[in-house]
């Protein structure tokens, strides 16, 4: 992970940053690009090139101003994830762009802009898009805000609307807690009246971890070993979130109230995932599990996913 950063910061910067306006008939554009699946600082490779320029109609000339790394796109270079785009193909899954040039009636010049499809390739600085690949946004919020909101807060914000009906008053419990979507639950619950307990592993720095959680709004923040002998004490919490596995998500079971949801959107400890029997016949829990990809190849650019985007935008 370290080699790869250090190639996106020395090679391009962050991705699609240091480009700069030029003649739109030809542009001078950058990429970061895989012809073969493996570890990303063997297999991918800084590809400068001087592109020929011409809009179709429906066409948008976008300029990437903020790419970032997620764990998902590691592994789709390695070849490991479910999705693997055509090869040769450009890294990265996630990214704003700015509009430079369009020749669509629903893009403007100086609109800010998403990739509607998922790992559709951010690590370059340029692109010609269909104007229906693209999904706009505000163009006033923080650029690393814009840049990072596709997936992790989605995932968060997905999760707490699609498997429970919440009110405000009821109580989540999640594992991870200082993983980018637990830190985007944290904020949505506390926005919603919605409590939270935060479980996250011990560390040297714990107290200053926990501190900083709860400035963000969580209720409850608890190391793993504490987690163990504390749930008799704690609200049940309706829906549990689970990033981790292994021991772990077998806690979030012990924890969650009869009838609770068990939400599994990833797996860290590449552990499986173990609920006991007891826990299916006498509390009735459901397991359940979620990945965003699938939400959004089933939405397209439907109004549900628009108004998502505006949501998370204005928070």
């Not at 976008?62 to 193909?89: H, M, R």
């Not at 919440?166 to 999640?174: E, H, I, N, P, R």
């Not at 993983?179 to 307990?197: D, E, F």
């Not at 397991?287 to 990809?293: A, I, Y």
Request: charged share 25%.
């Amino acid at each position: 992970m370290n080699s790869l950063r250090g190639i996106l910061k020395n090679e391009i910067g962050i991705v699609g940053r240091r480009a700069r306006a030029q003649q739109m008939s030809t542009l001078r554009t950058e990429r970061l690009e895989y012809e073969k699946y493996g570890t990303p600082s063997e297999v991918l490779n800084h590809k400068v090139e001087n592109e020929d320029i011409s809009l179709a109609e429906g066409d948008v000339l976008v300029k990437f101003l903020a790419s970032p790394v997620n764990p998902a796109d590691i592994n789709t270079i390695q070849g490991t994830y479910p999705l693997k785009p055509k090869l040769p193909a450009v890294g990265g899954g996630e990214g704003v762009a700015e509009v430079l040039e369009s020749r669509s009636s629903l893009l403007q010049p100086g609109d800010w802009v998403l990739p509607a499809r998922s790992m559709s390739g951010t690590w370059r600085t340029h692109r010609v898009c269909q104007d229906d690949t693209l999904i706009k946004v505000r163009n006033d919020i923080p650029i690393d805000g814009a840049a990072t909101m596709m997936i992790n807060p989605a995932t968060a914000l997905r999760m707490l609307e699609d498997f429970v009906s919440l009110k405000a008053g009821d109580w989540v419990l999640q594992n991870g807690a200082n993983s980018a979507v637990g830190l985007a639950a944290i904020q949505i619950c506390k926005k919603r009246g919605v409590k939270t307990i935060n479980v996250v592993r011990d560390r040297d720095s714990i107290e200053d971890l926990k501190s900083y959680l709860r400035s963000l709004g969580a209720d409850v923040v608890l190391t793993e070993a504490e987690a163990r002998t504390a749930w008799r004490e704690l609200p049940r919490p309706r829906l549990a979130f689970n990033c981790v596995g292994g021991s772990s998500s077998t806690e979030l079971c012990k924890a969650l109230g009869a009838g609770g949801t068990h939400v599994t959107y990833g797996g860290m400890s590449m552990k499986p995932v173990t609920v006991a029997t007891s826990h299916l016949i006498f509390k009735d829990l459901s397991v359940r599990g979620f990945w965003l990809s699938r939400w959004y190849e089933q939405q397209g650019v439907s109004e549900a996913r628009l108004q998502m985007f505006t949501y998370l935008s204005n928070m």
